[in-house]
C-alpha cells in the first residue's frame, strides 16, 4: 500500500521569504502522480501544483515549485516570497494512475506566515 | 461559483442517531470521494465512486455507507454514530482518474453528542 509521509506538522516563514516542505511516499508502482493541497483555515482544499512520476522536469507555478526525486521518493514544495495568503495547511498527496483510484494524504504541515 | 457544495456545513447528531450528509457537484465529473478528516490526521478516504461503481476501503467501518443516485449527487449516511465518529468529511470530485485535479467541498462538520 502506498504512504505519504510529510515530517513537518508546523513550519514558519517571515514574509517575502522562501520555504520548503518536504515530503515523501512510498510505493511500488512506476506511474503515478504526485499533488500538493492548499487548505487555507474554514476552506476548501485546492490545488496548488502537481507532478507526473514520468517527467523528470519539476513542475512550477508561479511562485510555487517543487523538487521530484523519484528514485528517493521525494516531493518537497517550495514556496518563493512567500505571501500572508499562503498561510494554510499543506497536504502533500499520492495518486495512483490505475482505475482502482485513491488520493492518498500525508498528515500536513501547517505554514505560518510572520509579517 | 462553488463547484462542490456540501450540505450542512457543520451537523450535530446524537450517539447513535442516523445522520446523512450530502454533496453535490456541478462539474459533471465522474469520480467522487468521500474523506473523514480528523484534527491534526491526515484526510482518510472511506469510499468512492467512479461513475456508479463503488469502490470501498477495505478499513472503512459497516457503519458508513454511501448513495450516488445520479451524477451529480452523492451522499454519506452513518448509520449509528459515535462519539469516535465526530470529524470533518469531505467531499471532493475529479474527471477522471490519473493526473486530474481533485475538487473539493468546504465539508461538513460533524459533531456527536
Known amino acids: 500500500a502506498q504512504t505519504v509521509t510529510q515530517s513537518q506538522p508546523e513550519m514558519s516563514v517571515q514574509e517575502a521569504e522562501t520555504v520548503t516542505l518536504s515530503c515523501t511516499y512510498d510505493?511500488?508502482?512506476?506511474?503515478?502522480?504526485l499533488f500538493w493541497y492548499k487548505q487555507p483555515p474554514s476552506r476548501q482544499m485546492i490545488l496548488v501544483i502537481r507532478q507526473e512520476a514520468y517527467k523528470q522536469q519539476n513542475a512550477t507555478e508561479n511562485r510555487f515549485s517543487v523538487n521530484f526525486q523519484k528514485a528517493a521518493k521525494s516531493f518537497s514544495l517550495k514556496i518563493s516570497d512567500s505571501q500572508l495568503g499562503d498561510a494554510a495547511m499543506y497536504f502533500c498527496a499520492y495518486r495512483s494512475q490505475n482505475r482502482d483510484d485513491k488520493i492518498i494524504f500525508g498528515k500536513g504541515t501547517r505554514l505560518h506566515i510572520l509579517p | 461559483d462553488a463547484m462542490v457544495i456540501q450540505n450542512p456545513r457543520y451537523q450535530v447528531t446524537q450517539f447513535g442517531k442516523p445522520v446523512t450528509l450530502s454533496c453535490s457537484q456541478t462539474l459533471n465529473h465522474n469520480v467522487m470521494y468521500w474523506y473523514q478528516q480528523k484534527s491534526s490526521q491526515a484526510p482518510k478516504l472511506l469510499f468512492h465512486?467512479?461513475?456508479?461503481?463503488?469502490?470501498n476501503e477495505a478499513d472503512t467501518p459497516d457503519n458508513f455507507q454511501s448513495r450516488r443516485p445520479n451524477t451529480s449527487f452523492c451522499f454519506l449516511d452513518i448509520r449509528s454514530p459515535g462519539l469516535g465518529d465526530a470529524a470533518m468529511y469531505l467531499c471532493a470530485t475529479s474527471r477522471d482518474v490519473g493526473n486530474t485535479e481533485a475538487f473539493f467541498g468546504q465539508g461538513t462538520r460533524l459533531t456527536v453528542v
Open positions: 510505493t511500488s508502482e512506476s506511474d503515478y502522480y
Open positions: 465512486y467512479y461513475d456508479k461503481d463503488f469502490n
